[in-house]
């Protein structure tokens, strides 16, 4: 009788069966973007994990990204302070309703002013600073009579929302926020709190429009 032959040690482990069984496929992330994406006119909106109660459920409009840092507003947070009881020439250009919008924890006694005008260049350099397209910064110095007709939209904020060099990629890579593109609409919107927080995310694309149901305050979840 002839005797089994030894394996081959080169021919390595026989070949496991086929057991008709797939490898589940892993859930893909939600793309939240880069702080590469940052930009002014882009939209940094709270991330559900984010629970710093000055920033959940925010979307900041983004003023000016650079290497000395980033500077924004939170949008569709309204305040009681009427515009007209305090800059009354401009409460008649400002979309309702006409009062300030808290604009961040930094600087609360400084008001800035973000108007839509499609028709900017008509006006020439009448105290109108471009952010982004149709978004400008107002010097709230001029004479507001000289953009009447000129603008579209006009919104006044107290205070704003900033972050020192660095401070803002290293929130971005903890998933603190995703990096969205912004509209001058966003700036004018009459939404408000977890209402723009959810239509910003819905219009987004995969997983990230899908959190648009979710809360914006995780705690209520």
Do not use: K
Not at 34 to 39: C, I, K, L, Q, T
Not at 172 to 183: I, K, L, N, Q, S
């Amino acid at each position: 009788m002839t005797p089994p032959s030894s394996p081959d040690p080169d021919s390595g482990p026989p070949a496991r069966p086929a057991t008709g069984r797939r490898r589940r496929d892993a859930v893909p992330a939600v793309s939240i973007g880069s702080v590469a994406d940052v930009r002014p006119g882009s939209l940094l909106v709270a991330m559900p994990s984010l629970t710093d109660p000055t920033f959940a459920g925010a979307v900041v409009y983004v003023l000016d990204h650079n290497d000395s840092g980033t500077l924004g507003v939170v949008l569709g947070r309204p305040s009681g302070v009427e515009i007209r009881d305090v800059l009354p020439g401009w409460c008649d250009l400002a979309v309702p309703p006409g009062v300030f919008h808290v604009g961040g924890p930094c600087e609360t006694d400084t008001a800035l002013c973000l108007a839509v005008s499609p028709a900017a260049a008509a006006l020439g350099d009448r105290g109108l600073r471009r952010v982004a397209g149709d978004v400008y910064l107002v010097d709230l110095d001029t004479d507001p009579e000289e953009l009447d007709g000129g603008v579209s939209g006009l919104r006044v904020f107290a205070g704003y929302a900033g972050w020192s060099p660095g401070q803002l990629a290293g929130e971005v890579a903890e998933g603190a926020w995703a990096c969205v593109p912004g509209t001058p609409e966003d700036v004018v919107s009459d939404l408000s709190g977890p209402q723009l927080w959810r239509r910003v995310l819905a219009r987004q694309s995969g997983l990230l429009a899908v959190l648009s149901t979710a809360p914006a305050d995780p705690t209520l979840n």
